[in-house]
């Protein structure tokens, strides 16, 4: 049985005239190039391709099988462009994502790529500290930062999310030996507010170095972001 990969080495020897260029092109090593087109030639009982050393040229069966490779390749081509079209007028409807801030934030800077694929697809973000009810089908999708209590809800896992101090640069580099000598008890603190002591990063954070208590706290992750961005002339903060 001739493979289908075997038949693309092909298609980019005659492109390429070089088992180097047409290796890199296929992003493999030369010799497995080489394995790939002594591989069809078995499977063709034909030399198809005069390896010289100035590059190579297609023999008169070469230049056969290479016709029905081309053809082949575009049926295939087709075939995948087909799929795809016909995935894409399939997903129509509404998708409700309920999250948080964060993960709001991050989903909705990447939404558009959904939507040029999808383009009968549309997005609601549901941004909320509130999980919403997937069972009673208050969202669709849920992204949050710890495993749901619900047994019947199919869930996987998509990255492992680190807490860390950030600072702006005007801030580092007032703070450079503060920061250098990890004097964390010197330095001026953001958080959430008090309603919200329980999250697992506002517990990081006042459990840090013998427990501190942001200065400055905000009910939203993107007033702390923006209360570490722009710091007031005055009093920066991390």
Known sequence: MIKLDDLQFLI????????????????VSASTFARHLDRLEEHCAAKLVERLTDGCVLTERG?????WAEQIHDLANNMISYDIEADQRDVVGTVRINTDEWF??????????LKMRYPHLEIEVLTSHRPYNLIRREADIAVRAQIPSASDLVCRKLSTMTSG???????AEKNKANLSEKNWHALDYVGFD??????????????????????????YALGIYDGIKKPLRHRNII
């Open 12 to 27: 980019l020897i005659a492109r390429f005239k070089t088992l180097r260029r047409a290796a890199a092109a296929a992003k």
């Open 63 to 67: 230049m056969a099988v290479l016709g």
């Open 104 to 113: 709001s934030y991050f989903i909705t800077m990447h939404v558009a790529e």
């Open 165 to 171: 101090l950030y600072c702006s640069k005007l801030y």
């Open 194 to 219: 008090e309603l919200h002591v329980d999250f697992a990063e506002e517990a990081w954070l006042r459990n840090f170095a013998g427990g501190v208590t942001p200065w400055l706290r905000s009910s």
